[in-house]
Each structure stands twice: as C-alpha cells, then as structure tokens.
C-alpha cells in the first residue's frame, strides 16, 4: 500500500514539484500545471497523466492497480490503486506525468 506521503516523496525527487491542490483535492504541480491528483471521488485513486497507448497497455494487463471511469474515456490519464501499485511502476508512472506537464527546461 502506498500513501499520499510516499507519493509526494517521490514526485520531491522530481524537479521544480511543488505539493498543492487542484479540484480542491491534494495534488503535485510542476510549473504551476497539475500532474498528479489524489481524487476524492467515490472510485478514489490517483490521477496522473500518459499517451493513449500506454492507458490502453495498462487496462489491458487486468492489473487491478490501474483503471479508468467514463469521465476520463479519450483522454491520456490513468487511474491509479495506491493500495495496489507496485512501487517502482509507480514511480515510472510518476515521472512520465511530470515530463508530460513540465517546462522543457526541466525535461531536457
């Protein structure tokens, strides 16, 4: 299981991440732009941000860690199971939403 603090300790390794809320939930900002969000919705789970392919890999494995609602249907964003992620997907996971969202100063 992995908490909101893990996540946060992760995202800090990242350049320029700032911890702060969008929706009125937690989340991680890098230059001002979301690329993390801890939803309080009835499904829960993390927000974070990837190309349609790769949304469409994870729910193809039937990883029970990784999903999706309507809501999020065409878009480039995964669900995330923070009970049920392996760690150091997450933290692919992670870094792939903040170099989607970060300056390309900080990318390069």
């Not at 349609?52 to 999020?72: I, M, Q, R, S, V």
């Amino acid at each position: 299981m992995t908490t909101w603090e893990e996540v946060v300790a992760l995202g800090a390794e990242l350049p320029e991440t700032e911890e702060s809320t969008w929706y009125r939930t937690p989340a991680l900002k890098v230059a001002g732009k979301g690329f993390a969000r801890l939803r309080t919705e009835a499904e829960g789970g993390l927000v974070l941000f990837c190309g349609l392919d790769e949304k469409a890999a994870l729910l193809a494995t039937g990883d029970p860690a990784f999903f999706t609602t309507p809501h999020y249907d065409g878009h480039g964003s995964i669900l995330v199971d923070l009970d049920r992620v392996d760690g150091q997907q997450l933290r692919e996971l992670l870094t792939e939403s903040w170099r989607r969202k970060a300056p390309r100063r900080l990318v390069s």
